[in-house]
Antibody
Framework: DVQLVESGGGLVKPGGSLRLSCAGSGFSFSSYTINWVRQAPGKGLEWVSSISSVGTYIDHEESLRGRFTTSRDNAKTSVYLQMNDLRPDDTAIYYC?????????????WGQGTQVTVS | DIQMTQSPSSLSASVGDRVTITCRASQGIDNNLAWYQQKPGTLPKLLIHGASTLQSGVPSRFSGAGSGTDFTLTINGLQPEDVATYYCQKCGSAPFSFGPGTKVDLK
């Protein structure tokens, strides 16, 4: 079965940093684009970033560029979201999700999410 | 960037009703649109992609239509288990923006 497991969330002060991890298993990890999506408390879904299967294509939501960086290590079947200069409005559950093949930006499989609280 | 809007923001309907949710893109996106259902406390579930292609396992009472800038999600015969928030998402090329969501509950 496809599994995506996020980790690395927690409570951080404004201006601080966190590195989220997304570990994949049960599928050919290096063949899939992975997307990060977040959801603030009581709010809707927000696309954060995408990283292509071998990491050659990376994009971030425009307002997050310069603070958030996405990378991957296919040998460790993991994707990472480095978040710097965190702000209270970055408080959200952060999900990683597996794109379809070929990648289209939508997701069938999601991790359970990791909570990030900036306060 | 292309902005996605949805209407209404919420609606109440009776079991068996036909429910239609509209999603609009600020620029044409061909058929690059997906719909998700999210029940409280659960993960988003992909319902439709390519504007009108039903994801495997999704009940046939759900259908999608549209192309360009205007899209609809229709539930033919609302069921109690359909109470959820529904999101559209622009696909194809980044940014993969979501609409703000439409909350559906029972009257």
């Amino acid at each position: 079965d496809v599994q995506l497991v996020e980790s690395g969330g927690g409570l951080v002060k404004p201006g601080g940093s966190l590195r989220l991890s997304c570990a994949g298993s049960g599928f050919s990890f290096s063949s899939y684009t992975i997307n990060w999506v977040r959801q603030a408390p009581g709010k809707g879904l927000e696309w954060v970033s995408s990283i292509s299967s071998v990491g050659t294509y990376i994009d971030h939501e425009e307002s997050l560029r310069g603070r958030f960086t996405t990378s991957r290590d296919n040998a460790k079947t993991s994707v990472y979201l480095q978040m710097n200069d965190l702000r209270p409005d970055d408080t959200a559950i952060y999900y990683c999700a597996r794109d379809v093949r070929p990648p289209r930006g939508y997701n069938v499989d999601w991790g359970q999410g990791t909570q990030v609280t900036v306060s | 960037d292309i902005q996605m809007t949805q209407s209404p923001s919420s609606l109440s309907a009776s079991v068996g009703d036909r429910v239609t949710i509209t999603c609009r893109a600020s620029q044409g996106i061909d058929n690059n649109l997906a719909w998700y259902q999210q029940k409280p406390g659960t993960l988003p579930k992909l319902l439709i992609h390519g504007a009108s292609t039903l994801q495997s396992g999704v009940p046939s009472r759900f259908s999608g239509a549209g192309s360009g800038t205007d899209f609809t999600l229709t539930i033919n015969g609302l069921q109690p288990e359909d109470v959820a928030t529904y999101y559209c998402q622009k696909c194809g090329s980044a940014p993969f923006s979501f609409g703000p969501g439409t909350k559906v509950d029972l009257k």
